[in-house]
T-cell receptor, first 111, second 114 residues
């Protein structure tokens, strides 16, 4: 069963715009990770945020985590065509080594 | 190697055939994971190795699924008597250690059972 749930399921934006997607999860976590998957390629790790962190930045990516609401958001600023991909959140429940993924948000960046 | 590699990239099997999917993890990575990804879904955990020991196989859908990592490096996922519901992308990932460390994924093997 999948612990995370991303919202929206799909997102279409113009190049240069920002893209925001959300992830909600069910149980307590040790950390939360975001992955990107391009068509025909494997998952690529984007960013990890620990349960005691509230916000983290990596380049054009900004991730927030609200453990009281069991939710996280991923913001991609100044989007590019190369950002077209599916984005997944994955949780690592406390002391668990198994990643539990959501169904993903499919982002399309139009030139 | 540069990353996790998997072979074959694509496999078509007739229902009832046995298949073997190979994963070469990043050299030195202790942990190895197998995931199954159905179309339009996120990956679902199948099994986990720490070196050659299979510590968790709770995600394997049936006893037709078997995984091994005999020397603590290359791993093989075997599916016996394939069924149509086994059609999916099978992803392998490795990490330096278990727990919070980042998992590095291979490109996957797309299995189609006809």
């Amino acid at each position: 069963s999948q612990q995370g749930e991303e919202d929206p399921q799909a997102l279409s934006i113009q190049e240069g715009e920002n893209a925001t997607m959300n992830c909600s999860y069910k149980t307590s976590i040790n950390n939360l990770q975001w992955y990107r998957q391009n068509s025909g390629r494997g998952l690529v790790h984007l960013i990890l945020i620990r349960s005691n962190e509230r916000e983290k930045h990596s380049g054009r990516l900004r991730v927030t985590l609200d453990t009281s609401k069991k939710s996280s958001s991923l913001l991609i600023t100044a989007s590019r065509a190369a950002d077209t991909a599916s984005y997944f959140c994955a949780t690592d429940p406390t002391n668990d080594y198994k990643l539990s993924f959501g169904a993903g948000t499919t982002v399309t960046v139009r030139a | 190697g540069a990353g996790v590699s998997q072979s074959p990239r694509y496999k078509v099997a007739k229902r009832g055939q046995d298949v073997a999917l190979r994963c070469d993890p990043i050299s030195g990575h202790v942990s190895l994971f197998w995931y199954q990804q159905a179309l339009g879904q996120g990956p679902e955990f199948l099994t986990y190795f720490q070196n050659e020991a299979q510590l968790d196989k709770s995600g394997l859908p049936s006893d037709r699924f078997f995984a091994e990592r005999p020397e603590g490096s290359v791993s093989t996922l075997k599916i016996q008597r394939t069924q149509q519901e086994d059609s999916a992308v099978y992803l392998c990932a490795s990490s330096l250690y278990s727990g919070e460390y980042e998992q590095y994924f291979g490109p996957g093997t797309r299995l189609t059972v006809t």
